[in-house]
């Protein structure tokens, strides 16, 4: 705080229109920002899984297991790759998951 004319001056009443001008450029530049950069929590990633899910009415679990699920599982575990194989078995539906190594061509696997 310097005195001039006996008057206290402050630094920021002397440079109020300076600060102004900065607070509204930056308040400009955020928004731009903000509406400009994309932003993602998450990256984007392709697990290598494939689900296989099927529908029969309402065929009892017991049955939907000997008859759809297992030999469905039986059937993918010859695909070449394959790291882990995973099932759910409810009332009238099945869903198997495929998991495979992170270096097989999934293009080529789905067909």
Known sequence: MAATNGKPSYWFSRHSRSILVLIVT???LGIYV????????FPDTNFP?????V??????IDQMMV???????????????LHQVRSITSRGSAEIDLFFDWNVDMFQTLQ
């Open 26 to 28: 930056l308040a400009i």
């Open 34 to 41: 903000a509406f400009t950069i994309p932003v993602s929590v």
């Open 49 to 53: 899984r494939i689900l296989i899910a």
């Open 67 to 81: 008859t759809v699920a297992r030999p469905l599982e039986e059937a993918v575990n010859s695909v070449p790759g």
């Open 55 to 60: 529908g029969n009415g309402v065929m009892l």
